[in-house]
């Protein structure tokens, strides 16, 4: 691949991607594809493929970390439908795009964003935010759409071809299906998907790392993609469900975590994870114990306590309960992620009336001592 590009696009895999750097690159111009990954979506698997396929240079960028701040921060423009975050997620990458540009001598940004094609996030007025926020208006193109929107300095200074890019508009995927034949594309990925924030089965799954303030890793999420989820307080436990969570719970447990085992009869792997300044108390520990017993058939039927074996580091010590399911762990529920979101709502415009009205006195004072008395 070269090292320096005229152009560098925003690449999630998904057709408008594609096209939208087929367009730029078709008129003669470079232009590099960022795949940007996070722990929620992540196809960077696939970007040799990509290449191959799409004829396209592409390159995978993690900025898990950012995002998984930004998560925790909280949005500053809210949450889509479950805990997709899309205003802030396209500000944070088109942020690290620009951040990318001196890297590689590129001049301009490429989204395969449409305008009016997803009712919030693709708003003509909310498209204009994004730029505004991320700081790209003039470096911006958005190829699939730009006769629909304003010319673009990159336009405007011949660099950019006008006549050869795209006017689409709206939900429809004809005007996309045309010009994938026009470019010869045969392997058409499937629209949509592949965020796990827009699914409320995952979004339940990941709330209690977003909301408790914990000190997380990005790898943290994967543990929440494994098995059954107990949370109490800031004690996460994860379950195997079969065995390949059983193996995927045991290769992922780090430094630190409890691994959980009954030691006399067959029954899950489960993991506890203990998060950086806080510890386990001897009664998470026992409940702990006790659901993971739980979810052993033959110890749930017997009527006598069973032992099993805690490993955290090394060092191995045997628990005997009673299984059971809670008192205190409990699965993550869905009305969690409704309630937080809710929660987050009313303070943000808590905070926006009261600016609002701050800046009315504000007005008035000065209007006030302006007033000839
Ligand atoms: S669906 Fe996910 S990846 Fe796409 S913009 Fe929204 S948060 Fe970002």
């Known amino acids: 691949m070269p090292t320096s590009y005229q152009a560098l696009a925003l690449f999630s895999g998904g057709l408008d991607s594609i096209l939208a750097a087929k367009l730029?690159?078709?008129?003669g111009l470079?232009?590099?594809?960022?795949?940007?990954?996070?722990?929620?979506?992540?196809?960077?698997?696939?970007?040799?493929h990509w290449r191959e396929i799409y004829d396209l240079d592409i390159t995978a960028v993690d900025v898990g970390r950012?995002?998984?701040?930004?998560?925790?921060?909280?949005?500053?423009?809210?949450?889509?439908?479950?805990?997709?975050?899309?205003?802030d997620c396209k500000v944070l990458l088109l942020s690290r795009a620009k951040a990318l540009m001196p890297e590689y001598g590129a001049s301009f940004l490429i989204t395969g964003e449409v305008v009016g094609q997803r009712p919030m996030s693709q708003r003509r007025d909310t498209l204009a935010r994004i730029s505004r926020l991320a700081d790209v208006r003039d470096i911006i193109l958005r190829p699939l759409c730009?006769?629909?929107?304003?010319?673009?300095?990159?336009?405007?200074?011949?660099?950019?071809?006008?006549?050869?890019?795209?006017?689409?508009?709206?939900?429809?995927?004809?005007?996309?299906?045309?010009?994938?034949?026009?470019?010869g594309i045969t392997e058409i990925p499937t629209p949509g998907g592949g965020c796990r924030l827009t699914e409320s089965e995952a979004a339940k799954r990941y709330l209690p790392l977003i909301a408790q303030g914990l000190s997380v890793d990005?790898?943290?999420?994967?543990?929440?993609?494994?098995?059954?989820?107990?949370?109490?307080?800031?004690?996460?436990?994860?379950?195997?469900?079969?065995?390949?969570?059983?193996?995927?719970?045991?290769?992922?447990a780090r430094p630190g975590d409890i691994l959980f085992r009954l030691k006399d009869m067959p029954g899950p792997t489960a993991v506890g994870r203990v998060f950086p300044g806080r510890?386990?108390?001897?009664?998470?520990?026992?409940?702990?114990?006790?659901?993971?017993?739980?979810?052993?058939?033959?110890?749930?039927?017997?009527?006598?306590?069973?032992?099993?074996?805690?490993?955290?580091?090394?060092?191995?010590?045997?628990?005997v309960v009673t299984p059971a399911q809670g008192p205190h762990f409990a699965p993550p529920s869905f009305a969690a992620v409704t309630e937080w979101k809710q929660e987050r709502q009313e303070r943000l415009d808590g905070q926006e009336r009261q600016e609002r009205q701050e800046r009315q006195e504000r007005f008035e004072r000065r209007r006030s001592e302006n007033t000839p008395g």
Do not use: I
């Not at 925790?72 to 975050?85: A, E, H, T």
């Not at 790898?219 to 107990?230: H, I, K, M, P, S």
């Open 218 to 252: 990005p790898a943290d999420f994967e543990l929440t993609n494994v098995g059954r989820q107990y949370w109490w307080d800031h004690h996460f436990l994860a379950v195997g469900r079969t065995e390949s969570d059983n193996r995927r719970l045991a290769e992922s």
């Open 146 to 183: 730009a006769k629909k929107l304003e010319p673009t300095p990159m336009e405007l200074s011949g660099l950019v071809d006008r006549e050869q890019l795209g006017a689409l508009f709206g939900r429809g995927r004809l005007g996309q299906m045309d010009l994938a034949r026009e470019f």
């Open 279 to 319: 510890a386990w108390t001897p009664e998470a520990l026992a409940e702990a114990s006790a659901v993971t017993a739980w979810h052993a058939p033959k110890a749930r039927t017997l009527t006598a306590p069973v032992s099993v074996n805690l490993r955290q580091n090394g060092q191995l010590t045997t628990l």
């Open 66 to 87: 950012d995002f998984v701040d930004m998560m925790q921060r909280g949005p500053d423009n809210g949450f889509g439908k479950n805990l997709n975050p899309c205003v």
């Open 30 to 48: 470079s232009v590099l594809c960022l795949h940007f990954t996070t722990p929620f979506y992540d196809k960077s698997r696939m970007v040799d």
């Open 24 to 27: 730029v690159a078709r008129q």
